[in-house]
């Protein structure tokens, strides 16, 4: 199994009451799919992909990558998952302020063996690949939000993760960036990548994805396979 949960839980104190976030979750990503996961505000999406990112950890169940339990790795282990693994982007993009578009790709490769110079040529490059090689230079603030998070998208991947989670990185943008984004998942997901897309979007979900994750109150509510759905719809 490439990337898995088993009964996951992470619950927060709220006062006296427990607020369960992500309530006994076992799901499973395959290498190479694009897996999107459902569901409304609130129901525990993104603690979930947190979890399996290694961003955070769980109040008890695991996480298993490559046979290997996040949780029972050490810190720095956990962090070399993050830092070589993974790759992310978020709704609201989380690009830093200050730097430029270039200056944001390349803090991506400060945890790997690049040289500056190299770092600045990868992440050049990565950026030119999605169409931003007049914006090198521009900070977040003079980029339009479809440019930004491409920014982002680039940060992301300029690394070569094997996994990408994306949590609701469309959720800002217009129809037309909203299409050139989900376009660009799905050709990093033709050329290897692994891709777990969160999404309140249901049509997008199903258009796009492999599979279909659906959550409700914290627990898997529904799993939708869409090739086995195309064999029985004929
Ligand atoms: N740090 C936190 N402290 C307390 N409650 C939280 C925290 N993070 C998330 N929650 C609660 O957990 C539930 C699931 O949240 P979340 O995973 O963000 O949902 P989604 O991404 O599907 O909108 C919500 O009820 C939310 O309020
Ligand atoms: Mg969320």
């Known amino acids: 199994m490439y990337l898995r949960s088993i009964n996951l839980c992470r619950h927060y104190k709220r006062g006296t009451y427990i607020v369960k976030a992500l ?38 169940g695991v996480v298993e990558f490559n046979g290997a339990s996040l949780t029972g790795m050490s810190r720095r282990e956990r ?9 992310m982007v978020f709704q609201s993009f989380n690009l830093i302020s200050h730097y430029t578009a270039l200056q944001n790709v390349e803090t991506a490769l400060l ?26 230079t521009h900070r977040p603030a003079d980029l339009s939000g479809g440019e930004q998070q491409r920014v982002a998208l680039a940060r992301a991947i300029v690394k070569k993760p094997e996994i990408l989670f994306a949590d609701e990185p469309t959720g800002n943008l217009d129809f037309e960036n909203t299409s050139q984004i989900i376009s660009l998942l799905k050709s990093l997901n033709s050329d290897g990548l692994t891709i777990v897309l969160v999404t309140h979007n249901l049509e997008m979900a199903n258009t796009h994805s492999h599979r279909i994750i659906k959550m409700r109150w914290g627990k898997i509510s529904e ?11 004929q």
């Open 79 to 87: 962090s070399a998952y993050r830092a070589h693994k993974v790759g």
């Open 223 to 233: 799993e939708d396979d869409m090739h086995s759905h195309e064999g029985t719809k």
């Open 111 to 136: 945890f790997n063996d690049t040289s500056p110079k190299q770092r600045k040529m990868l992440a050049a490059s990565m950026l030119e690949q999605l169409g931003l090689a007049d914006r090198l």
């Open 23 to 60: 309530d006994d979750v076992s799901a499973e990503a395959h290498r190479g799919e694009f897996l999107s996961i459902v569901g409304s505000s609130g129901s525990g999406k993104t603690t979930l992909l947190n979890l399996l990112a290694g961003l955070d950890t769980p109040t008890s």
